[in-house]
């Protein structure tokens, strides 16, 4: 951050009500925040002295206090399928990633929550780099903002919304930074920030399951639920997260997730691994424990990176589960393997992990080379 905005607060981190709190305080109306929020997020403007409809003294004052501060892009790099990934720097010299994927229909922003995690889910790459903390609302809905920005100055199409759907699936476990989280997924659905559906919106969680219940009441997203695995000695090894929250808990939260609209579904991902849970047995058991949870199932082809310990399903394995499935009446996708040239697929994004957790220095996987 430059020494300039040192001590002033990042419009960033504020959602509409955070926002009109800030202008409370300067004794200035309501209205301003979403002056203030139009100019931002929709037409993605960060220097007060172009916020044309705002007079000289306001924006003397705004600049006095408050800074509009956007994470820095490092690298841009595009994938022969059209798929985007940003290696982003953050002030404290970690870094993340984002991606974003074109489809014909629309454009899907994979966002990052945290730098690194803390799960160590054992088929992940970002869970090998350790943990080192939570983003801010700014970092998060930031990453928005600026693929939204750059997105826009490439398209000829001016016309089109570039980004058109958020999954927060990039790096991190977003149920366990909660607050700023939820403010950024404000910020998101808010007429006067991005304008996003509440359908658009994914969260997508290994299943910390108390958060799960407070999510229900904080914020109206679309949830997608890693399961991975159909029983709690198979989920113990893949996603740790279940010793704490086993399989049957996790499907009653989801279940109570689902309580205050009927026709939602939680999307259940569930990851291809040759040999470890892509049998007969295991759709079989799918099928069953999905009976009492309206939900579908996102088949993710296995994406390996370097040191990692499985092999990827074959595709009549894939076929045949998904097959299995269907057959068995549950609604079945599989998730298109995008931006692999470019290390951008589930699961394979990295960044730079300044690691607090010393994870890294208890394992001897070696980590993808990222730009220094
Ligand atoms: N922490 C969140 C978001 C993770 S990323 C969560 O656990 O849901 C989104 C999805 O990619 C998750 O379902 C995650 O389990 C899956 N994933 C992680 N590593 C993967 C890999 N190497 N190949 C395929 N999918 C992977």
Partial sequence: MSTEAVGKINLLDL????????????????????????????????????????????????????????????????????????????????????????????GTLCISSQVGCALACSFCSTAQQGFNRNLSTAEIIGQLFLAKKTLEQDMSDTTKRVVTNVVMMGMGEPLLNFDNVVKAMNLMMDDFGYGLSKRRVTLSTAGVVPAMDRLKEACDVALAVSLHATTDALRDELVPINKKYPISELMAACRRYLDRDGRRKITFEYVMLKGVNDQPEHARQLIKLMKDVPGKVNLIPFNPFPGSKYVCSSRNAIFRFRDLLQQGGVITMTRKTRGEDIDAACGQLAGKVIDKTQRTQRKTIPIRGVAK
Avoid: C
Wanted: proline letters at 2%.
């Fill in 15 to 106: 959602d509409r009500k955070g926002m009109e709190a800030f202008f409370a305080s300067m004794g200035e109306k309501a209205f301003r925040a979403s002056q203030l929020m139009q100019w931002i997020h929709q037409r993605g403007i960060t220097d007060f002295d172009e916020m044309s409809n705002l007079s000289k003294v306001m924006r003397e004052r705004l600049k006095e206090m408050a800074v509009v501060h956007i994470p820095e892009t490092v690298v841009e790099q595009d994938s022969q399928d059209g798929t985007r990934k940003w290696l982003l720097r953050l002030d404290s010299g970690n870094s993340i990633e984002m991606v974003y994927i074109p489809e014909d229909d629309r």
